[in-house]
Structure formats: C-alpha cells, structure tokens
C-alpha cells in the first residue's frame, strides 16, 4: 500500500485539504488512517475514491449525493459523463489509478483509444502533459515508487515515437531545429514531444537526445549549421547552475537563435542574454512553432 498525505491528495484531485477536512468530517466515503504523531496519511483506495467524487463533484453531482452512492453507481455516473472537459478529466483520472495499480495494460489501452480518436498532438496536449503535471509533484517528495515512474514514462515515450515514425506533413519547411537536453537532465518527454511537432510541420530536426555535453552539441551546430537550437530542462540536478548554462550558452552559440523551455525557466526574471529565448508555457512554445512554421 502506497501512502499519500493530505497534500498529495489536494494536488491530485484539485480539491483544497481544507475542503477534504471538512468532507472527512460529513461524510464517510473517505477514511484517512493517522500515524503515531497523529498525522493524516491515505491508502491507494481513498486516493482513487477521492478522484471520482472530485470528478463528479465538479460536474454538477452534489457531495451529500454522492456520498450515498454505492462504488457500481459512482461508475457509471462518471461513465455517463460526456462533456469534454469532463472526459479529459475522467481520462487524467483513470491513469492516475491505473499508475497506482501498475495496471500496465490498461494504462496504454486508455493512451491508444484516445489516441486514435484525437491523435498523438491532441493526446499529449490535452491528456498527457496535464496528468504529468499533476504527478510531478509526487516524484518530487518521493510518494510514488520510482518503478512506477519508469513505466508512466517509457509507456509515454513509446506513443510519441510512434507519432514521430508516422508523420507524413503535406509539404516542407527549409529551416533546422537542433533538439538536445544538457547533461544531467534525462526527463526527455517534453523535449520528443517538440521534435514531433516540428516535423509535423515539415520543419526539419536533429534530434540529440538526453544527457548531451555542450561540446558534442557545439560540433554538430557547426557541422550542420541549424537555424535554431532548443532544449528543454525539467530538473537536472542540484549541481545544476541555470545562470552559467544560459550565459555558456549564449558564449558558444553567439550567431544561433537557442530556445530554452522547462520548469527551470518558470521563476527566472532576469533578461537573457544575446539571442537565448527563454519558453515559460506550452503557450508560448507553440507560439514559437506557429512563428517558424
């Protein structure tokens, strides 16, 4: 049984612990246990009882109702569900629960029907990067087991390479992207994701990969001159100095336009230096596509 607080639940269904507090209160669908220091602590079944009445709830069912109802009826009300918001967030949810069973195959079953009704752009967009968000904050305080973040990933990775393999784009671009993540950061989702975009578009791409030393980066941007350089930086790690990679950037690529998105842009204030944009929303990165395309 995996353990969640107050806090991760919060996260996960959008719903404030305050509000939870009261709910625990009222009714009785859900039942945290407590620790020895009489702290709140939740099971994997309170955790996923929780998303469906959050899900419910914001769709028009009110909590003494739902309260009421038996699992079976609360099952087929979240079936019943249709308006699109409301799948996208009964999507997000069922693969929220099928990473906490380390239900593999129904994971990927819910990623290809999705797919295939709304394709891989719309999929990622819509489905998975929101249900990455919300997860993230569950590997950063180490609340899920790091097997269970090998096998989100490396399912999602898998559906975006195939989107890649498939991209047939009805006419060409004459401009290069050069796509590499630096060294230490192997969170490569976010960065394939951009490489099936530009494609998609018919804008050619050289793609690196994760964990790339600048030097390996620099050669290969004078031996094949691309228009544009992007990376993507999530983490890395502690050692990590954002200030010196963007100015070491901005001293070896002086004449290169380089494109910076990732969690570590989100706080930073200062202006870049020379010709180094920095990306701070899935926004303003398709923003920067729609102008290149």
Not at 4 to 15: A, C, H, P, R, V
Not at 183 to 207: A, C, Q, V
Request: net charge neutral.
């Amino acid at each position: 049984m995996h353990v969640f607080t107050i806090k991760d639940l919060e996260n996960l269904s959008g719903i404030k612990a305050h509000t939870i507090r009261i709910w625990e209160q009222r009714y009785s669908f859900l039942k945290p246990h407590r620790s020895n220091t009489n702290i709140r602590y939740y099971s994997n079944e309170e955790l996923k009882k929780l998303l469906n009445v959050a899900l419910l709830n914001k769709f028009g069912f009110k909590i003494s109702h739902i309260d009421k109802m038996t699992e079976s009826e609360m099952n087929e009300k979240i079936i019943s569900l249709n308006q699109l918001d409301a799948l996208q967030d009964k999507t997000i949810n069922i693969l929220i629960q099928n990473m906490i069973d380390l239900d593999i195959e129904a994971f990927e079953l819910v990623l290809d029907e999705f797919i295939v009704i709304n394709g891989i752009e719309r999929t990622v967009i819509e489905i998975i990067f929101p249900y990455l968000e919300k997860i993230g904050i569950l590997w950063l305080t180490n609340h899920i087991n790091p097997g269970q973040e090998h096998f989100v990933t490396n399912i999602v990775r898998q559906k975006i390479i195939v989107g890649i393999d498939k991209v047939s784009p009805s006419f060409k671009i004459n401009k290069t992207v050069l796509l590499f993540l630096p060294e230490t950061e192997y969170h490569e989702l976010s960065l394939l994701f951009m490489n099936y975009m530009l494609k998609n578009k018919g804008i050619n791409t050289i793609y690196l990969g994760c964990s790339i030393p600048l030097k390996d980066v620099a050669f290969l941007v004078r031996l094949k001159n691309p228009d544009y350089i992007y990376t993507h930086i999530t983490m890395a790690n502690s050692k990590f100095n954002f200030d010196k990679f963007i100015n070491t950037l901005d001293s070896i690529f002086p004449n290169h336009p380089v494109i910076i998105s990732g969690h570590l842009t989100d706080n930073y204030t200062k202006n870049p230096p020379g010709a180094i944009k920095l990306k701070k929303s899935l926004y303003e990165v398709l923003t920067f596509l729609s102008e290149i395309a």
